[in-house]
């Protein structure tokens, strides 16, 4: 199994409500990573998880909050998100992050409009 | 500042066309992956490499570790391969992927 499963695939919310975005591998990998990609922009980092401990932060409001409640899922909660926020959430793995020929595999991303 | 650069940002080709895709980045690298993402999709890993050259089917990927540069070669293209191509270093102190801004692919049949 070489898959990241991403949920929901799309996602409508308002600017009071919370939401949660899940992923899930099943890979073995001991790093998670949550990023945003706006259109036509490239992928931009908001968090690193390694070995269920966040160890990256890109100084990411704190409408996001992360979590990692064990090695095969990432969550991303979403509360009192700003229209700006609507973009592309992709998650990621890959091996641990001191490990050489480190090899990611993304998920299809969840597409997240904020109303 | 940018990390990783990549050229051209957007290329039309004619169908059987040879197309190459060029990144160089300025960050310590262990590995770079090469991903392809087509129109409001996620993201799929065509190649990692970290050093020398890799073939998939039609498509290259080589990696000069001493000069900081990759290409992505894609050959007799089709118009399947439209999508946009980014290139993604893996920094090994930096602990995170970086990525380039993208080559968006056009091909015409």
């Known amino acids: 199994d070489t898959e990241v499963t991403q949920t929901p695939k799309h996602l409508v919310m308002g600017m009071t409500n919370k939401k949660s975005l899940k992923c899930e591998q099943h890979?073995?990998?001991?790093?998670m990573y949550w990023y945003k990609q706006k259109a036509k922009k490239p992928p931009e980092l908001m968090f690193v998880?390694?070995?269920?401990?966040?160890?990256i932060n890109e100084s990411v409001p704190s409408r996001f909050s992360p979590e990692c409640p064990n090695s095969s899922l990432l969550n991303l909660h979403l509360h009192a998100l700003q229209p700006e926020d609507s973009a592309l959430y992709l998650c990621?793995?890959?091996?641990?992050?001191?490990?050489?020929?480190?090899?990611?595999?993304f998920g299809q991303g969840t597409r997240l409009t904020v109303v | 500042k940018n990390e990783v650069e990549q050229s051209p940002q957007n290329l039309t080709a004619q169908e059987g066309e040879f197309i190459t895709i060029n990144c160089s980045y300025s960050?310590?690298?262990?590995?770079l992956h090469w991903l392809q993402q087509h129109p409001g999709g996620g993201i799929v890993s065509l190649f990692m490499?970290?050093?020398g050259k890799k073939k998939h089917g039609r498509l290259i990927a080589t990696i000069n570790i001493q000069e900081k540069h990759s290409s992505l070669h894609i050959t007799a293209s089709h118009p399947r391969d439209s999508a946009v191509y980014i290139c993604?270093?893996?920094?090994?102190?930096?602990?995170?992927?970086?990525f380039g801004t993208g080559t968006s692919l056009t091909v015409i049949p």
């Open positions: 490499l970290s050093s």
């Open positions: 960050v310590g690298i262990s590995a």
């Open positions: 890979m073995g990998h001991r790093a």
């Open positions: 993604g270093p893996y920094s090994n102190t930096g602990n995170q992927f970086y």
């Open positions: 998880y390694s070995y269920e401990k966040l160890s």
């Open positions: 990621a793995s890959s091996q641990p992050l001191n490990r050489v020929r480190t090899e990611a595999f």
